[in-house]
């Protein structure tokens, strides 16, 4: 069980461009956190501003947790010295980030709201709704599911 909790190494990754991908989607999150936390006090609005159910006090939830998310994720992305619990979580964790953010460009496109922006740089820069986000989140689940695979947290104890 101490094992599950104590620090260890990355594994190495599986393939030589798994380093770039992995580096590549941190840099993606590291600029997302960024531009949300630059105006944080603006974020929840521009998330409220996509009418979603719970209304201004589940945006507020929805903006931290974006912006948690997205520092959550970069330990695994960065292979840093975690605990493998941990390893997981981070993994799993971006995952989750890139999930919220592809259900809110698929509800920006799908309902009828009028929104304004898609809300990734927060209240920094004001990209247009578009399919344009939905492709370019689903592109970073892609990216996502790769790293993972290269990278996979839980070292395996079956020798062959």
Not at 97 to 116: Q, R, Y
């Amino acid at each position: 069980m101490s094992f599950f909790v104590q620090p260890t190494t990355a594994q190495s990754p599986k393939t030589s461009n798994i380093r770039l991908i992995s580096l590549s989607l941190a840099a993606v999150f590291v600029v997302l956190a960024v531009t949300q936390l630059f105006k944080f006090e603006d974020f929840p609005a521009v998330i409220a501003g996509f009418w979603l159910p719970g209304g201004e006090a589940s945006a507020k939830l929805l903006a931290a947790l974006f912006v948690t998310g997205e520092v959550l994720a970069l330990p695994f992305l960065l292979s840093m010295r975690l605990s493998p619990a941990m390893r997981v979580c981070s993994m799993v964790v971006g995952w989750l980030v890139i999930v919220g953010w592809l259900f809110l460009g698929l509800w920006a496109n799908l309902t009828t709201n009028v929104v304004g922006s898609m809300g990734f740089f927060g209240a920094t820069l004001a990209p247009p709704v578009g399919w344009w986000a939905v492709f370019f989140f689903a592109a970073l689940g892609v990216l996502a599911a790769w790293a993972a695979w290269g990278m996979w947290p839980i070292a395996s104890h079956h020798k062959k």
